[in-house]
């Protein structure tokens, strides 16, 4: 059986979790990345999540990400292979199902990173955006409270529109 999804309330000490992980990153992979962020609604100060710190690393070449995967086991992380996602790398820390930190590489500056920042930073700045995705998260654990899955693709939507506003306000 799946883990329940549970949203918990906004917590100050994921910023806190993100930047002492973000040090140890660093110390590891030092000039390989161009930048390491902290996306995800745990990096959205007001919104709940679940506990799971999503980091954005940003490489020139995807390829490289293959020479991290013995240096992040140190810390605990384990590649997982998804075929699904040709434009990213991704890492787990934690259990199966029950993560405490998910690493996404990407290459850095392409449609995946930029969009991951894009609405980052735009929830982080509409306070009626946040809202909205607040009660539509809350509304999707309840919906779909033993099936990870569907709760993704169903935030799909919202996800896109989005995206396709913060472009139109930015360009």
Not at 8 to 30: G, M, P, T, V
Not at 55 to 61: E, K
Not at 129 to 145: D, H, I, S
């Amino acid at each position: 059986m799946q883990n329940e999804i549970l949203i918990e309330d906004y917590n100050s000490n994921w910023a806190k979790e993100f930047e002492e992980e973000k040090d140890k990153l660093k110390e590891i992979l030092n000039d390989n990345v161009i930048s390491i962020e902290h996306i995800g609604s745990t990096s959205i100060m007001g919104l709940g999540a679940k506990p799971i710190i999503d980091i954005a690393i940003g490489v020139m070449d995807l390829e490289t990400v293959m020479d991290f995967i013995e240096p992040l086991q140190n810390l605990g992380y384990e590649f997982v292979y998804h075929k699904e996602f040709p434009e990213r790398r991704f890492f787990r820390k934690g259990e199966w199902r029950a993560g405490t930190h998910h690493l996404h590489f990407y290459e850095f500056e392409s449609e995946h990173w930029n969009n991951q920042i894009l609405f980052r930073d735009y929830l982080r700045t509409d306070s009626n955006a946040l809202k909205e995705y607040q009660q539509l998260k809350v509304n999707l654990a309840a919906k779909y409270r033993f099936d990870r899955v569907s709760y993704t693709e169903a935030k799909a939507p919202f996800i896109q529109q989005i995206l396709f506003k913060a472009k139109e306000e930015r360009d």
